[in-house]
DNA sequence: CAATCGTGGAT
DNA sequence: TATCCAAGATT
């Protein structure tokens, strides 16, 4: 029991105990999770917090089981060429996640045989590992003593210890405050466990406090202050940019993909040809962003895409029975290979929209991914 | 430190 | 429809 001076209100620390109790018996369960009690392989752990790195369980699910089907062990993954894992990625987003991933996994079986370290600082220097992942594979993994501080954890320890300060400022105490929490028994449960509160119950509107177990002693309901934590700054305005999107057919109706390059927006994916798309093209001057010469058609209408800190109107151009070289970085692919080598998603709309401008809504449709 | 880097679901 | 934001890392 200590003394809050900012109200004079006394009030009781939150329990590693009272929210393990919570866990054991409303635990969620995920394809990554092991059984209650035991410890799920480092590798499932590694791969599902990678994947979930700012993105929702549900899109996760799918994309974890075909990735472990298809890669059961890190060696596998090691083994495979890039470009296949990242197809396997498309559509998941943050594609540099994928290419870290596939490094991260030659490391491991190259130079540690095929075993994750085992402690955050070790885990911490292989790529695509960051803070919170070091802290959550070393907890989850391996059970040690560390703390995992992702948006769950951030939202329910500055509600439960009342901090107001901003993010990112706020987030040197909240750390603090999370490892003075994590237990000596069950440290990786302790992890679990604050993030199955946070998104279940801590949620960041309508807050479930009633099936809290941390309700006591938490700070920010006893002031009335929940729902406005964790403060953040407010978020500066999306710009729109433009880019063009270059559709191509050959006569034997084969299309031209383009691989990115490896870093920057959608780097290393696969995809029609465009102009830059971060910077904005005006459409009028936008052949000269052309693979080659040939009867571009503007399509009607634009396709729109909301990245997180733009929005891409692109207006689509096609050509069709184009006999020309693919220029370097560029193949022609069938159909078939344009979904089996896998679009992200922002463009894979001006594809559909092409497709369905050519050849009816009925070819747009069958570039959908099929379920496995 | 601040900007960059995707996507889809919830509200 | 607009906004938020989810198991963040990197530069």
Redesign the pocket.
Known sequence: MTLDQRNGNFVTAPSAADLLAWYDRHR?S?P??APAGERPAPYRVWL???M????????VAGYFVDFIRRWPSVEDLAAAPTEEVMSAW????????AR?LHACAKVVAEEFDGRFPDTEQGL?A?????????G?IAAIAFDRRAA?V???V??VMSRVFRVETPM??G?PEIRARTEALVPEDRPGDFA?AL??L??TIC????PACALCPWMEPCQGRAAGVVETLPR?A?????PVKRAAVFWAEAPDGSVLLARRPP?????G?EGPWSSEL?SDTDPAEALVHAPFPADWARLAGTVE??????TLQMTVFAATGVAAEAPAGARWATLDELKEAG??????KPAAHALAALHGPAAAKRLRKRPK
């Open positions: 969620r995920l990554w999770r599902s917090e990678i979930l790195q700012q993105t929702t369980v549900a899109a498309a559509g998941l987003g943050y594609y540099a996640r870290n911490r292989l790529p695509g590992i960051g803070p919170y992942t070091a959550a995992a992702d948006g769950n951030e939202r990112p400022q987030k679990q993030m199955d946070g998104a949620t960041p509107r309508k953040k407010p978020k500066a305005e999306r870093k920057g927006l959608l780097g994916t971060t895409h909301g990245f997180t800190h733009f679009l992200p998603t922002a463009l894979m």
